[in-house]
């Protein structure tokens, strides 16, 4: 079953702007992270935030994770063109380390 | 220090042929995850291997998929008879204990069946 569920799908902004891409999920979790993927390419990490904790940053990366709404939410500031990809929830199901991904949102920043 | 490694990166198939893909993962990691992206979807797992042993097959369809992870070599999974609709990009992970926070990707296998 589809474990996370991301909207919106594909996004479009100017170069500057704000990008926020939402995430939600259906059971309980230990942590939720969230990657990167460039066109055609692998998977980048970005960022890990766990069930217990509210909110996260790392460098122009803000994630919230509100667990008694099951979603989470991953703001990017002060977009660049090179942000564009597409940008992957994932949670974990029990302790097998298994992976559950959202569909994923398409972002598309331009210069 | 070499990432998770996969191989080829591109693979094009006949179909009714068969399609190899194998994963070597970070040195010293015992645990071996593969996923499947179809086009414009995200990532569905399939297996979870531990050395020499399949963990949990629930992603992987009942007939044509297998998969290993030799006490010696790479992980491999081997899809045979391949359909149209196995086109898709395979990824390999592995973790050192089993933890999904743990875990490393690698850039995948593009898989085309013609």
């Known amino acids: 079953s589809q474990q996370g569920e991301e909207d919106p799908q594909a996004l479009s902004i100017q170069e500057g702007e704000n990008a926020t891409m939402n995430c939600s999920y259906k059971t309980s979790i230990n942590n939720l992270q969230w990657y990167r993927q460039n066109s055609g390419r692998g998977l980048v990490h970005l960022i890990l935030?766990?069930?217990?904790?509210r909110e996260k940053h790392s460098g122009r990366l803000r994630v919230t994770l509100d667990t008694s709404k099951k979603s989470s939410s991953l703001l990017i500031t002060a977009s660049r063109a090179a942000d564009t990809a597409s940008y992957f929830c994932a949670t974990d199901e029990g302790n097998t380390g298994k992976l559950i991904f959202g569909q994923g949102t398409t972002l598309q920043v331009k210069p | 220090n070499a990432g998770v490694m996969q191989n080829p990166r591109h693979l094009v198939r006949r179909r009714g042929q068969e399609a190899r893909l194998r994963c070597s993962p970070v040195?010293?990691?015992?645990?071996v995850y593969w996923y499947r992206q179809l086009p414009e979807e995200g990532l569905k797992f399939m297996v979870y291997l531990q050395k020499e042993n399949i963990i949990d097959e629930s992603g992987m369809p009942k007939e044509r998929f297998s998969a290993e992870f030799p006490k010696e070599g790479p992980s491999i999974l081997r899809i045979q008879q391949v359909v149209r609709g196995d086109s898709a990009a395979y990824f390999c992970?592995?973790?050192?204990?089993?933890?999904?926070?743990?875990?490393?990707f690698g850039q995948g296998t593009r898989l085309t069946v013609v």
């Open positions: 935030i766990r069930s217990n904790e």
């Open positions: 992970a592995s973790s050192p204990t089993g933890m999904a926070t743990e875990a490393f």
């Open positions: 040195k010293g990691h015992s645990h």
